[in-house]
């Protein structure tokens, strides 16, 4: 009985513990828009120049592409670099040994990563990455501490530096400021991420917005319907008391 009441306590607890472990993590809110279909195709071209080099994306077929208002000669002249034929899979030639030996880890599939992570989560770890000299990639992460994974795009943001603020006996980084410029402006490069982590949303069920449209149509018909059930069996029942 001591036991069942401690599995309880500690099932009731673990959305309160949940919270506080992830409070100390401020997240940016990811500008998403599915029905920006410019956007999508900005973040498939970040997808495919900055992400499938390490990163395979094999629940998807370059061919999906055309539902984000893409032609087939499009994707071949500008996208179709890891394949052939628009109807294969975004794969890698990079073995999953060769990502452990070279990153310490294999680079995850990012089929379904803005499902698994979130959006929020996505966009301000692209766009948190800053130089510390003590990791063997010369990155490290704000929301991925000690993260294996170099910052691609640095030479997009420029090269990011923190500042430390004290918090009792501890130093954590209060925020960070670009000590190097890159291409592009701060705002151009968020800009960018939107871009990309929009796709990789899209990405993670293509079907979706068609899946909200449709649920809706069916909602309003299930409203209407019963009206006409409630005024039905209000003339069906009226003279049986």
């Known amino acids: ?29 990811a500008p998403v828009n599915l029905a920006d279909q410019e956007s999508l195709q900005r973040g498939a071209r970040m997808f495919v120049n900055y992400c499938l080099n390490c990163h395979s994306a094999t629940s998807m077929r370059y061919s999906r592409m055309q539902d984000i208002g893409l032609t087939e000669d499009q ?86 530096v923190p500042v ?24 151009e490069y968020d800009a960018m991420v939107g871009d990309l982590v929009n796709y990789l949303v899209w990405m993670g069920e293509p079907a979706q917005l068609q899946r909200k449209q449709l649920g809706i149509i069916v909602l309003a018909f299930l409203a209407i319907f019963f009206v006409v059930a409630f005024y039905l069996k209000k003339e069906f029942w009226k003279d049986i008391h």
């Open 1 to 29: 009985m001591k036991r069942l009441k401690t599995i309880l306590f500690l099932l009731a607890a673990a959305p309160a513990l949940a919270f506080a472990s992830g409070a100390t993590i401020h997240l940016d809110k």
């Open 75 to 160: 994707i071949k002249e500008n996208l179709l670099f890891a394949a052939d034929k628009p109807g294969e899979t975004m794969k890698v030639g990079m073995t999953k040994t060769d990502g452990k030996t070279w990153f310490g880890a294999t680079p995850p599939d990012l089929s379904v990563i803005a499902r698994s992570r979130g959006a929020d989560w996505l966009y301000t770890y692209l766009r948190g990455f800053y130089r510390d000299d003590s990791r063997a990639t010369g990155w490290n992460n704000t929301v991925f501490d000690k993260v294996g994974m170099p910052h691609v795009m640095w030479s997009l943001q420029g090269e990011m």
């Open 164 to 187: 430390m603020k004290k918090e009792g006996e501890h130093e954590v980084i209060e925020r960070l400021e670009l000590a190097k410029p890159g291409s592009v402006t701060l705002a």
